[in-house]
């Protein structure tokens, strides 16, 4: 990736606190939707919008999309680049 794709986004992230922290959550685990808004103190539907803007950016990945309760996520290759410099 060059630098410009970074910046471009490392500054979609970092404009929302819900992504910043939910990214930085996550981290180098696997999380429910649940477990991020507990730790973060936010609420799951705002958790789970943050979500869906991650994974539209390659930044998280869900590992059991047909799950209906129970959907862990981690943090991609590019998502563990960005967590880097957050």
Do not use: W
């Not at 390659?58 to 563990?80: F, Q, S």
Request: aromatic content about 6%.
């Amino acid at each position: 990736m060059n630098e410009k794709e970074l910046y471009s986004i490392l500054g979609f992230v970092k404009v929302s606190k819900y992504r910043t922290d939910t990214l930085k959550t996550i981290g180098h685990t696997y999380k429910m939707p649940t477990e991020i808004a507990r730790e973060t103190e936010f609420k799951t539907s705002q958790v789970s919008c943050a979500l869906i803007d991650l994974k539209k950016k390659n930044l998280v990945v869900c590992l059991n999309e047909d799950a209906k309760k129970g959907r862990l996520y981690r943090c991609t290759e590019l998502g563990h680049e960005i967590l880097e410099h957050l």
